[in-house]
């Protein structure tokens, strides 16, 4: 079955220390994967996207098929970065859609 | 551009009323969603489509019913609204599911 698993639904940090917020996935065909944030009072927004392989607001994530995982990781937090975070699953072949997962909500303490 | 519109913001009905929420966009989207968001669920898919006139279920479509005449306009019908429709309703657009989706601001339902 295809299916996004974000384990943590808290996760607090304080201001200037690592941040990682795990994503694993089940999926039979090739994976592209996603992770989407959601301010206070704003619209949900794509942060990244594997295949880019790109830094956005000092946040990466490496897809590891070898662990089905894409952990979204910044080294040092700041209090801007506290919003939800989705990790989504684009599935592809026949129905094309993205299955999210449960969200993380991330508060980074001053 | 306006990108994602969505009415209403906020809506309250009574348990086998009947509504349409509003989703339109003006970015030639050709693919559109409607997802619902509940605390501890994260967001689920309930319709979408991938081109006026094409429309599919997604993971949670029961008690909802869509139709995509135009590429701008996607609206979600509840047909007899219940107490556990109760949710926020999100529709996304993109030009295809290669591309980045776009979020309208949200409807905040509240079934009574």
């Known amino acids: 079955a295809q299916r996004v698993t974000q384990p943590e639904k808290l996760l607090s940090v304080f201001k200037g220390a690592p941040v990682e917020l795990k994503c694993n996935y089940s999926y039979s065909g090739s994976p592209e994967l996603f992770w989407y944030v959601q301010y206070s009072r704003q619209r949900l927004q794509l942060l990244l996207r594997h295949i880019s392989r790109e830094s956005i607001k000092g946040f990466t994530a490496d897809l590891n098929k070898g662990e089905t995982s894409f952990h979204l990781k910044k080294p040092f937090a700041q209090e801007e970065d506290s919003a939800m975070y989705y990790c989504?699953?684009?599935?592809?072949?026949?129905?094309?859609?993205?299955?999210f997962g449960k969200g993380t909500k991330l508060t980074v303490n001053p | 551009n306006a990108g994602v519109t969505q009415t209403p913001k906020f809506q309250v009905l009574k348990t086998g009323q009947s509504m349409t929420l509003q989703c339109a966009q003006d970015?030639?989207?050709?693919?559109m969603s409607w997802y619902r968001q509940d605390p501890g669920m994260g967001l689920r898919l309930i319709h979408y489509?991938?081109?006026?006139?094409?429309?599919d279920q997604g993971e949670v479509p029961n008690g909802y019913n869509v139709s995509r005449s135009t590429t701008e306009d996607f609206p979600l019908r509840l047909l007899s609204a219940a107490p556990s429709q109760t949710s926020v309703y999100f529709c996304a657009s993109s030009y295809s599911i290669f591309n980045e989706q776009f979020f309208g601001p949200g409807t905040r339902l509240t079934v009574l």
């Open positions: 970015m030639n989207h050709e693919y």
């Open positions: 989504a699953l684009r599935i592809r072949g026949g129905s094309e859609k993205l299955v």
């Open positions: 489509s991938v081109g006026a006139g094409i429309t």
